[in-house]
């Protein structure tokens, strides 16, 4: 069984909405600071959005007042969620978790989902 499983990726209008989701088993979820990276074609990923184990958020710039990173407990879940999209936020979106201080007790990833905003 795949550690995190991403969902809700896809084409959408500039300036709409869409909220990835990445559903995580609960053996690494309930001790791990979370994130979400992008990528773009040929660059590095990107941290996008974390949460801590705490519930403490922050952000990059270019998603400060777009994005929101939130988790359920109960579903063991953590979404991002994006609104006012722009075209230059086209990029494969990674789900991330890390277990204990820098991932040192384990890192995983998801598979990516592509996020396309069209102009």
């Known amino acids: 069984q795949a550690p995190l499983v991403e969902s809700g990726g896809g084409l959408v209008q500039a300036g709409g909405s869409q909220r990835l989701s990445c559903a995580a088993s609960?053996?690494?979820?309930?001790?791990?600071?979370m994130g979400w990276y992008r990528q773009y074609p040929g660059k590095q990923r990107e941290l996008v959005a974390s949460i801590t184990a705490g519930g403490r958020t922050s952000y990059a710039d270019s998603a400060k007042g777009r994005f929101t990173i939130s988790r359920d407990m109960g579903k063991n879940t953590v979404y991002l969620q994006m609104i006012s999209l722009k075209p230059g936020d086209t990029a494969v979106y990674y789900c991330n978790v890390k277990k204990g201080p820098g991932g040192v007790l384990g890192d995983y990833w998801g598979q990516g989902t592509q996020v396309t905003v069209s102009s």
């Open positions: 609960g053996s690494i979820f309930g001790l791990s600071s």
